[in-house]
């Protein structure tokens, strides 16, 4: 009795207990349709008792990424399981990809299956344009996506622009950044990573819903040539999620943009490729006298000799293709020699994510290679504005300056080219001594009156007199060093016999003359020539002599100070010399003329 009691007594017991709940299984996927190259989320939710859980069937997809998450409950004292798996795929084909059913195995069959799903693959669409591209709403319903985009909707050749890449992903999932699993093709670009790291994440909203930024890659690119319609393909990134699943690759969106041509339109002649971008010009002129070691002066003076030289320093800075950007034009250096050295300063050019900047600089050697008053060469820069969208052109101020001879000789082939200018020299020598003073009439014409005391005649003395006369120098031809001039010595002569006889007049012509100086050095001028100076005496039986003579000398550079210039000078002249009338020796005779001397320009 007392144990059907206890049996009767235990029976309401057992049936106030719930059975075990029946096994369920639940399939659902975050989006029905993406394009080839997207990815997708399924996610199966299991509740119930089963014994063994047999994945979809999943042949058509790529699987990227799987998590699983387990719970276990006690509910009147019987444990109850949860189970929550998670896919992340990545379709293979195109078209509409079917997801088979998941199974819950127990007791070796099937107690519950999950719908199948159906994804509907298509293609990408085509490429958006920079201002598509910059639109973010299209991706706010995303937990994590990369997206590309330039500042601009185009750019021109040679333009210096920066291509972005960024990460965006929810403040609720967790993104690392693992490595670059593809990288983007820049067909017809040339360019520079400068992200060496992401950047910090930002806080920003899309479409009202919060967001983390950060800055991944950032390529600073040129074009060189024309480019119709530039597609910049997707940067495929491989990430760690610290939520649900570990890893994932994230795509970034395509898009296009145009490199165009530089207009014609406006392009100056000064315009050189590369000069691309906003910039400003700096033009130094320095001075540097003679030594071109020597350290050179800021101040240029107004009058140079052709031995000082010029240094010019040119600096271009701004922002744009500072690796492209020539030197600035030199307009007018006909009359210099210009010769390139090396910069007082160093090129910084820094390109980083915001694009390139810096400096470039050069620096010219100039040296006068022809005398007079002239301007110094001018300083041209020609670019193109991308942001203006035309061409500016820069121009430095010219000068004038007056250039001197290096030494200013007073003999050879040179004039003194400045009516500002006198000279005077004086000659000691055989066969007479003379005194010359130097008038500049011209910038190729000096005349200079002369006086000379004779005594002697070819290689023969006996003969003394006084000559009264002019040299007329004419400068008709300079290459550097080398010059020439016409120089006619017309005179007046008085002669007298020193053995007996009677004295006479005459002339001398002084013509054709020719003389050649080449600038050797600074202080030291070669003199070389020839010449005829046809004479006669006056009266019933006239003396008639042709000389013809080559002329060698040098004059050498001895002071030079602001205000004067001392010279010495030290020449020959030789050759065989004619008697046509009334001889006093051979009708043929070796003539000689030798003298040294100074001279002074002031």
């Known amino acids: 009795m007392i144990l059907v009691f206890a049996v009767s007594a235990a029976q309401p017991v057992e049936a106030r207990r719930p059975k075990p709940p029946k096994a369920s299984i639940r399939a659902s996927v975050d989006r029905a349709q993406v394009v080839i190259g997207e990815e997708v989320t399924l996610t199966i939710r299991v509740a119930g008792a089963y014994e063994r859980f047999v994945d979809p069937p999943l042949a058509d997809f790529e699987i990227v990424g799987r998590y699983s998450k387990k719970r276990v409950s006690n509910d009147e004292f019987r444990p109850v399981r949860y189970l929550e798996i998670g896919f992340r795929l990545r379709p293979r084909r195109l078209g509409d990809v079917a997801i088979g059913p998941a199974r819950l195995i127990a007791g070796g069959q099937t107690v519950a299956s999950s719908t199948p799903r159906v994804v509907r693959v298509g293609n990408p669409p085509p490429p958006a344009t920079p201002e598509r591209a910059r639109d973010l709403s299209r991706f706010a319903g995303q937990p994590a996506f990369l997206?590309?985009?330039?500042?601009?909707?185009?750019?021109?050749?040679?333009?210096?622009?920066?291509?972005?890449?960024?990460?965006?992903?929810?403040?609720?999932?967790?993104?690392?950044?693992?490595?670059?699993?593809?990288?983007?093709?820049?067909?017809?670009?040339?360019?520079?990573?400068?992200?060496?790291?992401?950047?910090?994440?930002?806080?920003?909203?899309?479409?009202?819903?919060?967001?983390?930024?950060?800055?991944?890659?950032?390529?600073?690119?040129?074009?060189?040539?024309?480019?119709?319609?530039?597609?910049?393909?997707?940067?495929?990134?491989n990430v760690n999620f610290e939520a649900r699943f570990s890893k994932a690759k994230l795509r970034s969106n395509t898009y296009k943009l145009r490199i165009s041509s530089l207009p014609r339109v406006g392009r100056p002649d000064w315009f050189r490729a590369g000069n691309v971008g906003a910039f400003e010009l700096t033009a130094t002129w320095q001075y540097l006298r003679g030594d071109q070691d020597a350290k050179p002066t800021t101040a240029i003076p107004q009058r140079l000799v052709a031995d000082d030289f010029l240094i010019l320093d040119l600096a271009v800075k701004g922002a744009?293709?500072?690796?492209?950007?020539?030197?600035?034009?030199?307009?007018?250096?006909?009359?210099?020699?210009?010769?390139?050295?090396?910069?007082?300063?160093?090129?910084?050019?820094?390109?980083?994510?915001?694009?390139?900047?810096?400096?470039?600089?050069?620096?010219?050697?100039?040296?006068?290679?022809?005398l007079g008053t002239y301007t110094l060469p001018k300083v041209r820069f020609a670019f193109f504005e991308p942001t203006v969208g035309k061409y500016e052109l820069v121009t430095e101020k010219a000068r004038m300056v007056t250039v001197d001879q290096t030494m200013r000789p007073v003999m050879g082939g040179l004039t003194l080219q400045n009516r500002d200018l006198n000279a005077a020299r004086a000659e000691v020598g055989w066969p007479n001594v003379k005194i010359t003073y130097?008038?500049?009439?011209?910038?190729?014409?000096?005349?200079?009156?002369?006086?000379?005391l004779f005594y002697g005649q070819n290689m023969r003395a006996g003969t003394i007199g006084l000559e009264l006369g002019a040299e007329i120098r004419w400068q008709f031809w300079r290459d550097g060093p080398l010059s020439a001039a016409l120089v006619p010595n017309p005179s007046l002569l008085v002669v007298v016999p020193t053995r007996g006889g009677h004295g006479a007049i005459g002339l001398r012509f002084g013509v054709p003359a020719v003389a050649f100086g080449y600038q050797a050095t600074s202080t030291i001028s070669l003199l070389f020539g020839a010449?005829?100076?046809?004479?006669?005496?006056?009266?019933?039986?006239?003396?008639?002599?042709?000389?013809?003579?080559?002329?060698?000398?040098?004059?050498?550079?001895?002071?030079?100070?602001?205000?004067?210039?001392?010279?010495?000078?030290?020449?020959?002249?030789?050759?065989?010399?004619?008697?046509?009338?009334?001889?006093?020796?051979?009708?043929?005779?070796?003539?000689?003329?030798?003298?040294?001397?100074?001279?002074?320009?002031?």
């Not at 319609?229 to 940067?235: A, C, F, G, I």
């Not at 010769?339 to 810096?358: F, K, L, M």
């Not at 500049?440 to 000379?452: F, G, L, R, T, Y």
Request: hydrophobic share 40%; glycine share 8%; aromatic share 8%.
């Open 147 to 237: 997206h590309a985009t330039t500042a601009a909707n185009g750019y021109v050749v040679g333009q210096p622009f920066v291509l972005t890449w960024d990460l965006y992903y929810r403040p609720d999932v967790v993104v690392t950044p693992v490595n670059v699993h593809t990288k983007p093709s820049l067909g017809g670009l040339r360019g520079r990573e400068t992200q060496l790291k992401p950047g910090e994440p930002e806080e920003v909203t899309i479409d009202g819903r919060p967001f983390r930024k950060v800055a991944y890659s950032r390529q600073v690119v040129i074009a060189a040539a024309p480019i119709e319609e530039l597609v910049v393909d997707p940067l495929t990134l």
């Open 320 to 370: 744009g293709n500072l690796e492209g950007v020539t030197r600035p034009h030199l307009d007018g250096t006909q009359r210099f020699e210009v010769v390139g050295v090396r910069a007082r300063h160093r090129d910084v050019v820094t390109i980083d994510p915001n694009g390139v900047r810096g400096a470039r600089h050069w620096r010219l050697r100039l040296r006068p290679r022809e």
């Open 438 to 452: 130097t008038i500049p009439v011209e910038d190729d014409v000096d005349a200079s009156p002369q006086v000379a």
């Open 531 to 602: 010449q005829v100076p046809f004479w006669m005496t006056l009266g019933p039986d006239p003396e008639v002599w042709l000389p013809v003579m080559a002329d060698l000398g040098v004059e050498f550079q001895v002071h030079r100070t602001d205000d004067a210039i001392v010279n010495l000078v030290a020449a020959a002249s030789a050759g065989p010399s004619f008697c046509l009338n009334r001889c006093p020796g051979p009708a043929v005779e070796f003539g000689l003329r030798a003298f040294v001397g100074g001279a002074i320009v002031w």
